[in-house]
């Protein structure tokens, strides 16, 4: 059997630089002539994405389970799609995946809910913030409907903190766009690592998406020479 392609994710939060530097990926690759297709999500041209593009937009309100169950279909509609390009030995380098479904998702707060405890030690209590509140939706729920999507082999993560990220052109204009939100997604990004090192679906390497353009490009394709050197015979894994 011939190689299988490479599954590659690039992740982070918002503004943190994946569409730039994944576009920078794929033209690297097809310049070495490495069979590469980019692939994204949410993937807003097919009716799914139509209706989370306008949810994205805060043209349109949707239940939270819904548009995670939608953002999760998103995935599904292609994962058969993804595994054959790799079966068939093109490189899939893929801009948000599964990890972001879960991360900001279970990242949501209901804004009128009653704080968790936000008393301090000297018996005063601070006002109450995103991160005080309780979840809205159990992490395990927001994890289960992309359970069984094919698992990349290496997943890069562009670690940015939300400040930096937030000086960034265009940020702010959609849904989740806010410091207090990405604060939370970040920390929910960190046990998803934790989570896909200890079950070993994959490699999670944290770059540090901060850095000047050229040198988080040339991050990237150190660890992508090396998946394309080392782990793409293996088997396809699932999430
Ligand atoms: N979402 C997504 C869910 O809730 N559930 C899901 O299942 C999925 C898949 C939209 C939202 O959907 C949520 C997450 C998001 O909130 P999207 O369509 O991927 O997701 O969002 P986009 O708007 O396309 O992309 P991002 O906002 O995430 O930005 P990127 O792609 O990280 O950043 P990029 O490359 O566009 O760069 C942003 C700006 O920064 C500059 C760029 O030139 C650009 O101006 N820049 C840098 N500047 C300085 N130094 C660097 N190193 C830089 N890198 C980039
Ligand atoms: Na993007």
Same mark, same amino acid.
């Given at each position: 059997?011939? !190689?299988?392609?490479?599954? /590659?994710?690039?992740?982070?939060? @918002?503004?943190s630089?994946?569409?730039?530097?994944?576009a920078?990926?794929? !033209? #690297?690759?097809?310049?070495?002539?490495v069979?590469?297709k980019?692939?994204?999500?949410?993937? #807003?041209?097919?009716?799914?994405?139509?209706?989370?593009d306008?949810?994205?937009?805060?043209?349109?309100e949707?239940?939270? =389970?819904?548009? =995670?169950l939608?953002?999760s279909?998103?995935?599904?509609?292609?994962?058969?799609?993804? &595994?054959?390009?790799?079966?068939?030995?093109?490189?899939?380098?893929?801009?948000?995946y599964a990890?972001?479904?879960?991360a900001?998702s279970?990242?949501?707060? @209901?804004?009128?809910? !009653?704080?968790?405890?936000?008393?301090?030690?000297?018996?005063?209590?601070?006002a109450?913030? =995103?991160?005080? #509140?309780?979840? *809205?939706?159990?992490?395990?729920?927001?994890?289960?409907? @992309? /359970?069984? *999507?094919?698992?990349?082999?290496l997943?890069?993560f562009?670690d940015?903190?939300? =400040?930096?990220?937030?000086?960034?052109?265009?940020?702010?204009?959609?849904?989740?766009?806010?410091?207090?939100?990405?604060?939370? &997604?970040?920390?929910?990004f960190?046990?998803?690592?934790?989570?896909?090192?200890?079950?070993?679906?994959?490699?999670? /390497? &944290?770059?540090?998406?901060? *850095?000047?353009l !050229?040198?988080?490009e040339?991050?990237?394709?150190?660890? /992508?020479?090396?998946a394309?050197?080392?782990?793409?015979d293996?088997e396809l894994g699932s999430?």
């Open positions: 059997m011939s !190689k299988r392609g490479a599954f /590659v994710v690039i992740e982070g939060l @918002d503004r630089g994946k569409s730039t530097q994944a920078t990926l794929i !033209k #690297r690759l097809q310049e070495s002539n069979p590469s980019l692939i994204k999500f949410p993937d #807003r041209t097919t009716p799914i994405g139509k209706l989370i306008s949810y994205l937009r805060s043209e349109t949707l239940d939270d =389970h819904a548009i =995670h939608l953002f279909a998103n995935r599904w509609e292609v994962a058969s799609s993804i &595994v054959k390009d790799l079966e068939n030995g093109t490189t899939v380098i893929c801009d948000r990890f972001s479904g879960i900001f279970a990242s949501k707060v @209901d804004p009128s809910s !009653k704080p968790v405890d936000t008393s301090t030690s000297d018996g005063s209590s601070v109450p913030t =995103h991160s005080t #509140r309780p979840p *809205l939706l159990p992490y395990s729920w927001c994890r289960a409907p @992309d /359970v069984s *999507l094919p698992a990349p082999d997943t890069l562009l940015i903190l939300p =400040h930096i990220a937030s000086q960034r052109a265009g940020y702010g204009g959609e849904r989740y766009e806010n410091q207090e939100h990405q604060e939370r &997604v970040r920390e929910l960190s046990r998803i690592a934790e989570e896909v090192e200890a079950e070993g679906v994959g490699r999670w /390497v &944290v770059l540090d998406g901060g *850095l000047e !050229k040198e988080v040339e991050a990237i394709w150190r660890e /992508v020479k090396e394309l050197r080392g782990g793409d293996g999430v």
